[in-house]
Antibody
Framework: EVQLVETGGGLIQPGGSLRLSCAAS????????MSWVRQAPGKGLEWVST???????EYAGSVKGRFTISRDTSNNTMYLQMNGLRAEDTAFYYC??????????WGQGTLVTVSS | QSVLTQPPSVSAAPGQKVTISCSGK????????VSWYQQLPGSAPKVIID???QRPSGIPDRFSGSKSGTSATLVITGLQTGDEADYYC????????????FGTGTKVSVL
């Protein structure tokens, strides 16, 4: 059974930094395309970033230069380092596996609140 | 920020049919397969249609998808109360740095 568990969310002041983790079981992070998708409370879904099996990364324009996606294959975990946080980054952050053009496995999400 | 347009809401009585449209452009729907996601209240999204019309294992055939040009459609037949949820279309966009794009979302209500 595949499980993706996000941790690291919380309340952070504008301009601050936070690192989210996505611990995977049942799939191997290093050989899959793994992504972060976020959803502001009461709003729609927004793709944030993807890390490909070869290590290449891709970011949405709204976070490029501020967020960094990475992975640690030794503990089968993906990360999202978020710097320069803004109020508009407030959202539930989901990790998901991209498979053949869609996201087939999702975590339960972790809430990031950016507020003073 | 959503580049795919969906109606905000649709509704129907139990047993009836609802249709949800998803409108995009050549660089996204026109060139790539469309997926549909169901998000029940308080839950993470779940893929119910991928590659325009393919149902993943376990998804009932009451859910069907199609694509034509730069638009896609999700049809739910035999509507059940458990189908009340938000539905999102999604696909990759071939425009520079566009990445994956989702629709604006549609709330399905069972009357």
């Amino acid at each position: 059974e595949v499980q993706l568990v996000e941790t690291g969310g919380g309340l952070i002041q504008p301009g601050g930094s936070l690192r989210l983790s996505c611990a995977a079981s049942g799939i191997t992070v290093g050989i899959n395309y793994m992504s972060w998708v976020r959803q502001a409370p009461g709003k729609g879904l927004e793709w944030v970033s993807t890390i490909y099996s070869g290590g290449a990364t891709e970011y949405a324009g709204s976070v490029k230069g501020r967020f960094t996606i990475s992975r640690d294959t030794s503990n089968n975990t993906m990360y999202l380092q978020m710097n320069g946080l803004r109020a508009e980054d407030t959202a539930f952050y989901y990790c998901a596996r991209r498979y053949s053009g869609h996201f087939d496995f999702w975590g339960q999400g972790t809430l990031v609140t950016v507020s003073s | 920020q959503s580049v795919l347009t969906q109606p905000p809401s649709v509704s129907a009585a139990p047993g009836q049919k609802v249709t949800i449209s998803c409108s995009g452009k050549t660089s996204n729907i026109g060139h790539n397969g469309v997926s549909w996601y169901q998000q029940l209240p308080g839950s993470a999204p779940k893929v119910i249609i991928d590659d325009n019309n393919q149902r993943p294992s376990g998804i009932p055939d009451r859910f069907s998808g199609s694509k034509s040009g730069t638009s896609a459609t999700l049809v739910i037949t035999g509507l059940q109360t458990g189908d009340e949820a938000d539905y999102y279309c999604g696909t990759w966009d071939s425009s520079l740095s566009a990445g994956y794009v989702f629709g604006t979302g549609t709330k399905v209500s069972v009357l």
